[in-house]
């Protein structure tokens, strides 16, 4: 909820989100779990308690919100812009990033071959998913009765 205003921006998902620090020349990758999905949202806003909690260490000093990892090595320098907010710029589109089995997704797509379904999230045909190479391909009943011939 928005304190200012009290207005609401419903959360429609929740998975696994990709966000590129920038370090210069550089920027380097941090996954975080569990993040909520708000699309009446316009930002990608990351709570700085959310970062303290995994261990993540923050300081801001001359204009620049330094992050470090656990381990101690910096991750981001991200400067200060409009408003006193520190801002990431990144390209159109979301890093929301959704990990389910192949089978889950073969479903999805109207039951097409779970090769065909493999190549287009290869070749970023679908976005926003990212297949579990843990998860054991099944069978599809259903993609078994379609390929039957009579």
Sequence with gaps: MNAANKQQ???????SMVIHMPLGAVSLEITLENVLYAPAVGYTLVLLGTLDSLGYHM??????LEIT??????????????????CISH????????????MELHC??????PASVHKLVEDGLVTEIALDPELHKEHCDMYIYACVTR
């Design 9 to 15: 921006f419903p959360a429609i998902g929740m998975g």
């Design 59 to 64: 300081s801001i000093d001359a204009g620049h």
């Design 69 to 86: 990892s656990p381990a101690g090595s910096v991750i981001a320098c991200i400067p200060q812009m409009v408003h006193g907010l520190y």
């Design 91 to 102: 390209e159109e589109g979301s890093y929301a990033v959704e990990v389910i089995s192949i």
């Design 108 to 113: 999805c797509t109207g039951h097409i071959a």
